[in-house]
């Protein structure tokens, strides 16, 4: 009898202590949800007035490279063409900043709809052409498509994906190089847009870590600034389009980057 009480004693003692760290645990995890919820919130505001304090120099930007289209007719062929870069990226970064920042809207939604894809590169194509410039980079675009290719995805976040994959081809090629932006049909009926460059490119070492966030496949200590998050975000976007991208690549002799894109008939 002595043992049996001395064991419903330690029992009662466990079941004690038992509850005891239950309840710790449920204030611990009422105070780290009270305290996400405040950095949640702390955030919001942040973006809030970061929305807020950026909309007045972007609309002056737009509002300036409109003025400067109107007049741009007069102007000479070079000019003409700068103008029209400056009204291209003006355009993205105030779509961007809307799509980013305003906290009413969810910035991780895409809007899908048929978009052109042919127009959607000559905007790349200008907004880039400066970049190309400096780099002593010949960048042009071949249509193999057959004319009104369009594609079933979020313009904004197509346009950012070249933006992105054609501005690297720019950044690792070489001086008097090219990079050729094609888009083709293919025979499963997906729509094709292809970077093709002929810069440093990759061994299969670097391709295995490709997609890796934050990874610059040692190039980090080149002077080419970057932050190896490119290719990473640029996976997730096509894949979330229903999409695909690959890569092909052989070092010292150029790079083969492809969007395989949801087409409309």
């Not at 355009?91 to 961007?96: D, E, K, S, T, V």
């Not at 042919?118 to 194509?125: E, H, K, N, R």
């Not at 001086?175 to 093709?196: C, H, K, P, T």
Request: no cysteine; proline share 4%; glycine share 10%.
């Amino acid at each position: 009898a002595g043992l049996a009480a001395l064991w419903l004693l330690r029992q009662e003692r466990e079941a004690r202590a038992g509850e005891a760290r239950a309840r710790q645990l449920m204030l611990d995890l009422g105070a780290q949800r009270e305290q996400a919820l405040a950095a949640g919130r702390e955030a919001r505001a942040r973006l809030t007035q970061l929305h807020h304090e950026l909309a007045t120099p972007l609309h002056a930007i737009t509002g300036y490279a409109q003025l400067l289209e109107i007049e741009g007719a007069a102007l000479a062929e070079p000019a003409r063409l700068w103008v029209e870069g400056l009204q291209a990226a003006a355009w993205h970064l105030q779509a961007l900043s809307e799509q980013l920042l305003d906290p009413q809207r969810d910035a991780a939604a895409l809007q899908t709809a048929p978009v052109p894809l042919a127009p959607l590169v000559g905007q790349v194509q200008r907004m880039l052409r400066l970049q190309a410039r400096q780099a002593d980079v010949r960048l042009m675009f071949t249509d193999h498509s057959g004319g009104d290719a369009r594609a079933l995805g979020d313009a904004l976040r197509l346009r950012q994906l070249l933006l992105n994959l054609a501005g690297n081809a720019i950044k690792y090629g070489r001086r008097g190089g090219l990079v050729r932006i094609e888009l083709a049909r293919a025979d499963s009926g997906q729509l094709l847009l292809r970077v093709i460059d002929n810069g440093i490119g990759m061994d299969r070492a670097q391709l295995a870590r490709l997609f890796e966030p934050f990874n610059r496949l040692g190039r980090e200590r080149s002077a080419i600034p970057g932050s190896g998050i490119g290719l990473a975000l640029s996976r997730q976007l096509v894949q979330a389009m229903g999409g695909d991208i690959r890569v092909e690549s052989q070092a010292g002799v150029g790079t083969t980057v492809e969007l395989r894109l949801p087409a409309i008939p």
